[in-house]
């Protein structure tokens, strides 16, 4: 993992379903997350010296009197070049074309759209430059896997005590026997 350079390549910022919450956690690993969850966190960060480092934003519901299009707008404002993300829950409140105007890049329904936010997201780590910010991690089973198979990419195992993941079998090498 990359030491952190005090900048953010994944902000989050309002309020998402648990079922969002758990997929972000379990599904995609951030190298360095900041989270703004209040109205207060939200103007101190956009107080902040630091600009346009972050890669990618992720917008949720609204925080406190500030609805969705208005902190779009100041992320636009602030992060001119960063792809902004809205998660919603239900298509009856959205307004895609309004969001779209004040700076939102990309809207999806959760759980609906799923599938297209987990492209959006396989799209934006392929890309050149992204550095790797985000991985996206696949369970599968250790059974699928025989010993002195040559693994086509890295096996990580989840330690949920720690909540952390491990690398345990490098990318080219091969699964011996006493690791299955």
Known sequence: MRESSGAFRLLTVGRFSADFTSYLQGAIRPIEVESCQSESEFFELLEKEVRDVSSTIICGAFLGDLSVAEMAQALRSTFPKSRILHIGESASELNVQNLKKNGITEVYIWPADRSFFEGEVD????????????????????????????????????????????????????LRENQR
């Open 123 to 174: 799209r934006i780590l392929s890309e050149p430059g992204s550095g790797g910010g985000l991985s996206r991690l696949r369970p599968i089973h250790l059974g699928d896997v025989g010993a002195g198979e040559v693994l086509p990419f890295d096996l990580s195992v989840y330690l949920p005590m720690n909540k952390k993941h491990i690398r345990f079998v490098k990318k080219g090498e091969a």
